[in-house]
């Protein structure tokens, strides 16, 4: 996004922050203070990331005795990804969620989170990984950055969202990378997801979430790339033939808030939000793993084939990816230095 742009949306969200929709309603007593917050985002509560804002929306509301509640608009239905980013910079909304490849519209900060093979294609080990990532030290650092270029603030992540990227087709069967050269790809606005499918070969195309249903209908591209519960909800697989798990990228959900309307809550309202923030994330990554194979054969039942990929064929895949950490884009953003404290955090016992 254009930085003086961005500058100005945050301005314009300063201004706007006592006329907030959700903010506080307050007493002569600051202990009596109450806060009703607007929250919006695409998570559907079918799956696993709007199941936790749920969860994260109720406890924070059950443990502050009701002090804090929240308007919750699912499924885009108010705002999604970029402009419920936009939106919450602005003071239109308090709280959104947005992915970190949505983000990588914003800022590059959050690259490393979307490279490719960075953690296991496995939903029970690489969203764990993420999460300890997240939290980490080097994680937290990070998130300093993010604070002070764009004004966001991480509340919590949701790092499962789905499980590992799959790539739906309409007529292309993709097993092998040789299969996806030139063929016409819708990926995000972030320019990571462009980096990524060149090194593949492939024909990228961004355009906008909201876009990339009807753009998938109309046959404007071959793929779209999204995890496996995503593609049943949205209806994508009633329109693709072949279901690709090549399993490159998670898509990780975050809560976020703006950093100065944040840092204006009372001390003990941030502090519940942040331990239920970390329960969210364990809860949303528990919901995914039980509800994955669920959504796998939904899937089936609709007619479309999913292609698990032998060792060898991955292996394909992770090499045609390698070329993505050696662009100046991602070096910049994601040095080896960084990129090394990043997996050493990674690591699980």
């Given amino acids: 996004m254009n930085v003086t742009i961005l500058k100005s949306i945050r301005k314009s969200g300063a201004f706007a922050a006592m006329a907030l929709a959700g903010t506080a309603l307050a007493s002569h007593a600051p202990q009596a203070q109450e806060f009703k917050f607007t929250y919006a985002g695409y998570p559907s509560p079918k799956i696993s990331s709007g199941k936790a804002v749920n969860f994260f929306a109720a406890e924070v509301e059950k443990r502050t005795n009701g002090r804090v509640k929240f308007k919750i608009h699912h499924s885009g239905s108010l705002y999604q990804e970029e402009k419920a980013l936009e939106a919450l910079l602005a003071g239109s909304i308090d709280f959104a969620a947005a992915g970190t490849s949505t983000v990588g519209v914003f800022t590059r900060h959050y690259d490393w989170v979307n490279l490719p093979y960075i953690v296991s294609g496995d939903i029970k080990t690489g969203p764990r990984q993420l999460l300890q990532m997240i939290n980490s030290d080097v994680g937290k650092e990070i998130q300093a950055k993010v604070e002070k270029e764009t004004g966001l603030k991480l509340v919590y992540i949701m790092p499962s969202n789905g499980g590992a990227r799959a790539i739906a087709t309409r007529k292309v069967r993709l097993v092998v990378p040789a299969d996806i050269k030139n063929v016409k790809q819708r990926v995000s606005l972030a320019p990571l997801d462009v980096i990524i499918n060149k090194a593949w070969g492939a024909n990228p195309t961004p355009i906008p979430w909201a876009d990339t249903f009807t753009g998938f209908s109309q046959g404007l591209f071959e793929g779209v790339q999204i995890p496996i519960p995503h593609i049943h909800n949205v209806g994508f697989d009633e329109i693709a033939k072949y279901i690709t798990m090549v399993n490159f990228q998670y898509l990780p959900q975050v809560m976020w808030v703006r950093v100065d309307f944040w840092n204006k809550l009372p001390a003990e309202v941030r502090k519940v939000m942040l331990?239920?923030?970390?329960?969210?994330?364990?809860?949303?990554?528990?919901?995914?793993?039980?509800?994955?194979?669920?959504?796998?054969?939904?899937?089936?039942?609709?007619?479309?084939?999913?292609?698990?990929?032998?060792?060898?064929?991955?292996?394909?895949?992770?090499?045609?990816?390698?070329?993505?950490?050696?662009?100046?884009?991602?070096?910049?953003?994601?040095?080896?230095?960084?990129l090394a404290r990043l997996r050493k955090a990674g690591m699980l016992k």
């Fill in 275 to 338: 331990e239920v923030g970390q329960e969210a994330a364990l809860y949303e990554m528990k919901v995914d793993q039980e509800a994955h194979q669920a959504f796998r054969d939904a899937i089936k039942k609709r007619g479309a084939e999913i292609i698990d990929l032998t060792p060898e064929q991955m292996a394909m895949w992770q090499k045609a990816s390698e070329s993505v950490y050696k662009s100046e884009a991602v070096a910049k953003y994601t040095p080896p230095a960084l």
